[in-house]
């Protein structure tokens, strides 16, 4: 298993179009995986793929069909459980990719929860509440549930956390995502979530020039981030899980994401 100091080195199945042999061919064995394709019809297709790679699943990712990333207020509007008309359909959706992911036997499944305002009771209330409601299925089956960073301060989410105090919620640490919202510096960030990062992206990128617009999504190690202060700031707050590379944009994803690979399993602290 290619390692970046004890952390498995994997792949977010979706950066590569959910395509098994290029995920192999980026050189490594572990992938976050996309578990939407598995609920639907070929299950065992997609699914098997996975193992005739020798793949180890390091945690499972579900999204939300009426998601909408073209903007910061599209996404702010349509993002995770917050949207109430999508209330249902997604409280189903997350229930059943817990329930797969336990029967995978993955501990983590990662997603989207939308926008935390704690400046705002009521709907504040509202996401604590269905968050709850999902922590406590996720830990019947011994599933810990990821909240991805990044469209809120580390502060504002790290309150959020410590509100719920739930076993099986945890954060999925993305360092660019901080950047690409503007919220704040990912390596700073790390010392507030630090007991709650259980799974972590490697991705980077710049700050937008246009305030309300979103930042640029980079190569790992040419961005804003800060490659090795963010890997130094992981060892240091006892981080035990794994590295995935996330590659959303580009023109050579497998390409930067071997980069990635090379720069991760070559990093000395």
Known sequence: MIKCLNWPIGVCSWSLGNDFEKIAEAGV?????AIAPALAPGVD???????????TITAAMINFPQENYSTLESI???????PDDCW???????????ELTAELKVQFLSMHFGFVDMHNPAKARM???RTRMLADKAGEHKVTLLMETGQESAGELRD??????????GVNFDPANMILYGKGNPVEAVGILGPWIKHVHIKDALSTKTPGTWGSEVVWGTGEVGA?????????AGFAGALAVEREGGDD???DIKAAVNLLSNFKS
Do not use: S
């Open 76 to 82: 702010k509007a349509t993002g995770g459980i917050v």
């Open 88 to 98: 249902r359909d997604n409280r189903e959706l997350a229930l059943k990719a817990i």
């Open 160 to 169: 959020f956390l410590e509100k719920l105090h739930h076993p099986a919620l």
């Open 228 to 236: 090795d202060k963010f890997l130094r700031a992981l060892k240091n």
């Open 45 to 55: 297709a997609y699914l098997a793929k996975v193992t005739q790679n020798e793949l």
């Open 29 to 33: 064995d572990c992938v976050h995986l």
């Open 127 to 129: 996401l604590i509440e």
């Open 253 to 255: 994803r497998l390409g």
